[in-house]
């Protein structure tokens, strides 16, 4: 059964660093790429970028570049998001999904990011 | 970036009536055109990819229609299951842009 699973929900301070992570099973996990997406609290689906952890080949939204991290650990099948300085505006939920050939299938259940002082 | 532009952005409808939502795309993607469905508090779940094939497990009710840069989701008869926020999603090169979203809600 193809499964993943997010790391816990964060509160944080404006100015901290945080790393969330995407833990998949159930499948080969260096053949299909791992995207991320933002929800801002009841708003849309906003697409971050990807990364392929077969050779650790990132695109990220124009949005998001240099705002975050996008990884992947191949030995343990983990994607990571991470962030060096965190905003007010990063609280959000992430979601990781698995994505191939065009076809986003699975998701993860999400991480509640809170960054409040 | 490729915009994508879902209408409407809300409608309310009835078990038992076709819904039908539209995703239309501000240049050529083929058809790589994929809808979900999110219900509140949960993750967004796949519906259809490349504009008609549906996931598995999605019932033949959803269907998924495709003319240039236009696609459609529908719904042929909406069950109380139904009622949720749909997104269109183009994954023909990065980034891959959602639409907005459409709630259908209960009439």
């Known amino acids: 059964e193809v499964q993943l699973v997010q790391s816990g929900a964060e509160v944080k301070k404006p100015g901290e660093s945080l790393k969330i992570s995407c833990n998949s099973s159930?499948?080969?996990?260096?053949?299909?790429?791992i995207a991320w997406v933002r929800q801002m609290p009841g708003k849309g689906l906003e697409w971050m970028g990807i990364?392929?952890?077969?050779?650790?080949?990132?695109r990220y939204s124009p949005s998001f570049q240099g705002q975050v991290t996008i990884s992947a650990d191949k030995s343990i099948s983990a994607a990571y998001l991470h962030w060096t300085s965190l905003k007010a505006s990063d609280t959000a939920i992430y979601y990781c999904?698995?994505?191939?050939?065009?076809?986003?299938?699975?998701w993860g259940q999400g991480t509640l990011v809170t960054v409040s002082s | 970036d490729i915009q994508m532009t879902q209408s409407p952005s809300s409608v309310s409808a009835s078990v038992g009536d076709r819904v039908t939502i539209t995703c239309r795309a501000s240049?050529?993607?083929?058809?790589?055109l994929n809808w979900y469905q999110q219900k509140p508090g949960k993750a967004p779940k796949s519906l259809i990819y490349?504009?008609?094939t549906l996931q598995d497990g999605v019932p033949s009710r959803f269907s998924g229609g495709a003319s240039g840069t236009d696609f459609t989701l529908t719904i042929s008869s909406l069950q109380p299951e139904d009622f949720a926020t749909y997104y269109c999603?183009?994954?023909?090169?990065?980034?891959?842009?959602f639409g907005q979203g459409t709630r259908v809600e209960i009439k």
């Open positions: 999603q183009q994954s023909y090169s990065p980034p891959h842009t």
């Open positions: 159930g499948y080969s996990f260096t053949n299909y790429w």
């Open positions: 240049q050529s993607i083929s058809n790589y």
């Open positions: 490349a504009a008609s």
């Open positions: 999904a698995r994505f191939y050939g065009g076809n986003t299938d699975y």
């Open positions: 990364v392929h952890p077969g050779d650790s080949d990132t």
